[in-house]
């Protein structure tokens, strides 16, 4: 273990070995493939939410700064001018993937590489030997306890990624941040970052509207404004974590403020579907309870007095069950009408993942098919479980002037689970066939 701690760099894998038929294959993916990393400058994101946004917004300022660098994300893996997807469902490529991806990189004479890495990832030693330099943390917030059984084995999880870094950004407005800096590697330089508490980087004086945001940032005693094409305080926290990691490789703030204004966000991450319609409509890949928490307290606040705030949504089935609930009990408490319908059911009864999501709404909520009156101020539920259909009732039948129809769980993926059958999905299509009048269901 210890020649292979020293041969691998003593980075993210290092620990008792879980899984070990996924560190196996690791090893032997990384030695077949020659050990691509260890000539390269890896920055892995981590989190709950806000990986993939955070991850394309490093890319867009390491691009920025004119050092060339790659990007291996949830969404696709760019190298150079070529986009290459990496597949349904799936954040971190398995090593046989990921590994001769990392030989294309280096071939191409790229330097960097950015990399989302999930706690599966971590967990199941698909990391092994990318050597992070720069590790960078989102938040931990209620997710994927149906792999990893209680929060503390997830957070664990997301702990590897930081035993073997240079530098570690961590949020410090998330209840995560100490723990991760006691177990981070002790000689790693700590970058921390806030909208609420003193830290290396801090943000405030944000202001935003549809169009964007400007905020300024404290590094010491410089102050520097960025505006940003994004929305939503989370967004800040993405910007800030994806500035850190920039600092960590020693790029100027000249280029990160380019990177930032540059980006104009990614597929599924509060995009906006617009038809000429009279309201707004909004993609959005938020399926925790703290995802949907931000997307939703970010619209009711740009949302009129007059104006109605809508959700569509659902859970994922053969995943986290304790989630479900809590996702119906913000929905409950921050939005005027939810559509509940479905969201990769996969084996599970479908009917039966409304119900978990129903009892955050209401205990022993009675929720059908059609429009239910569940709370004394008028807010209202609706349960269609076809999500074609439901994306066609909310654009039709809920939607007026002036509201507020944001459609989550889905965001960029291309595909809904039924059974054992991936079948092609966008919710993006799904949106544009129900403004244009029509209904496109899942099969």
Not at 136 to 142: A, R
Not at 205 to 231: C, P
């Amino acid at each position: 273990m210890d020649l292979v701690k020293k041969v691998f760099g003593g980075t993210t894998w290092y620990g008792p070995v879980r899984n070990f038929q996924h560190f196996i294959e690791a090893v032997y993916a990384v030695v077949s493939n020659g050990y691509p990393a260890r000539d390269l400058t890896v920055i892995g994101v981590t989190g709950t939410d806000g990986k993939t946004t955070t991850a394309h917004i490093i890319w867009s300022i390491i691009q920025e700064s004119g050092v060339p660098t790659a990007l291996i994300s949830s969404v696709a893996a760019y190298i150079g001018n070529e986009e290459i997807d990496t597949g349904f469902h799936v954040t971190t490529p398995d090593p046989g993937q990921l590994q001769p991806l990392l030989v294309r990189i280096k071939k191409k004479g790229i330097t960097h590489v950015v990399l989302e890495a999930t706690s599966h990832g971590l967990d199941q030693h698909r990391l092994l030997g990318c050597n992070f330099k720069i590790g960078v943390l989102t938040n931990i917030t209620h997710e994927h306890l149906d792999y990893h059984k209680t929060f503390e084995h997830y957070r664990d999880a997301k702990v590897k990624l930081f035993r073997g870094v240079k530098t570690a950004v961590l949020n410090r407005d998330d209840d995560s941040f100490s723990y991760i800096k006691s177990k981070t590697n002790p000689s790693a330089e700590i970058v921390s970052y806030s909208t609420k508490q003193p830290a290396k980087l801090r943000a405030d004086k944000v202001s935003f509207n549809w169009k964007g945001m400007e905020f300024r940032v404290r590094e010491g005693r410089s102050i520097i404004t960025l505006t940003t094409k994004l929305i939503g305080e989370y967004n800040v926290l993405n910007i800030l974590a994806a500035a850190g990691a920039a600092r960590g490789i020693g790029i100027s703030w000249e280029a990160i403020k380019e990177g930032v204004k540059r980006f104009s966000g990614i597929t599924g991450r509060m995009e906006r579907v617009d038809e000429g319609q009279n309201f707004a409509t909004f993609i959005d890949f938020a399926h925790t309870p703290a995802a949907l928490d931000s997307v939703l307290t970010l619209l009711k606040k740009l949302k009129t007095k007059n104006s109605k705030l809508i959700v569509v949504f659902g859970a994922a089935g053969e995943r986290d069950v304790t989630k479900r609930p809590l996702m119906g009990e913000v929905a409950a408490r921050l939005a005027d009408f939810t559509v509940l319908t479905a969201e990769d059911s996969r084996t599970e009864d479908l009917n039966r993942i409304i119900d978990d999501i129903t009892r955050g709404i209401r205990q022993n909520a009675k929720v059908w098919d059609g429009v239910v009156d569940w709370r004394k101020d008028g807010t209202w539920c609706i349960r269609i479980p076809e999500r074609g259909e439901a994306i066609a009732f909310a654009v039709q039948k809920l939607a007026r002037s002036g509201d507020i129809l944001v459609i989550c769980g889905k965001g960029h993926e291309k595909s809904m689970a039924y059974d054992h059958t991936e079948y092609p999905w966008s919710d993006q299509e799904a949106a544009r066939i129900a403004l244009q009048g029509g209904v496109k269901r899942v099969r």
